[in-house]
């Protein structure tokens, strides 16, 4: 199967985990799910690559493949003396391959890191740029659909008639309820609708206030999981006694 064959069915089936639409961009997408691209990974792979070949940990009939850097090929001392002269290539194909496009990527690596002395210290300076993002426990909890337009609440695709608007699906940002933007922040905190399910909902969570729209989307990072899961289900019970989203 194709390459981009291959990252379209990774980007669906990361919609189909997390509830969210087309309107969210992938890194956000992604950051929801805690997925690595596939891109990433053989981003990675490639760099992996590049490191064992250029410090001769794979049998020398592998990195003798490998070109020399421009240092070894030139007489004048250069800025760039330590990166791999690239291959020509004539197609895309072969650009995309594994030594072609190792070479590009590691060249385009900090020195510092091209030159670490340990194949595990490496994988770890490069962990940080392709590790997918950390998905708190309090995400996971809670009724499937609750969850899911939680979720696309915290990436601004939602039902709000804000979010229908800046995706081209609303004719107006405003609620019903006033002349006011409907955001997430005016739903949860301001609307006039809900004052009785806001009550129950401050009520609920007492003891972490004061509140505002940033931990009722994404938690709060000084609390525990006990804690912040206890928020999350009390702005579960909100989303459900408002029907706003039925």
Known sequence: MPTLSLQKLQ???????TG??????????????????????RESQK????????????????????PPTV???????????????????????SRNSCIPAGIQLWNNLDPNIRNINTFNSFK??????????????YYLKGNRSLSV??????????DLHLDLFNNSIGEHP???????????????????NFINQRVTLFNATRKFHPLNINTLLFGNSQL?????????ESVHEFIKQTKRFA
């Open 71 to 93: 240092g070894e090929t030139n007489q004048y001392t250069l800025r760039n003396n330590e990166k791999i002269r690239c291959p020509a290539v004539r197609t895309a194909v």
């Open 20 to 41: 969210l639409t087309r309107s969210v961009s992938l890194d956000n997408l992604f950051n929801e799910c805690g997925w690595q691209t596939l891109k990433g990974r």
């Open 174 to 192: 405003y609620c019903t309820c006033s002349t006011e933007i409907e955001n997430a922040e005016h739903y949860f905190l301001k609307c006039t």
């Open 47 to 66: 760099l992996s690559f590049m490191y064992k070949a250029s410090h001769g940990i794979v049998p020398s009939y592998i990195s003798d493949l490998i």
């Open 224 to 232: 525990s999981i006990e804690e912040n899961s206890v928020i999350f």
């Open 149 to 158: 337009i939680h979720a696309r609440l915290r990436n601004n695709c939602s």
């Open 124 to 137: 770890l300076s490069i962990r940080n740029k392709y590790s997918p993002a950390y998905v708190p426990a």
């Open 11 to 17: 980007n669906e089936s990361a919609r189909i985990v």
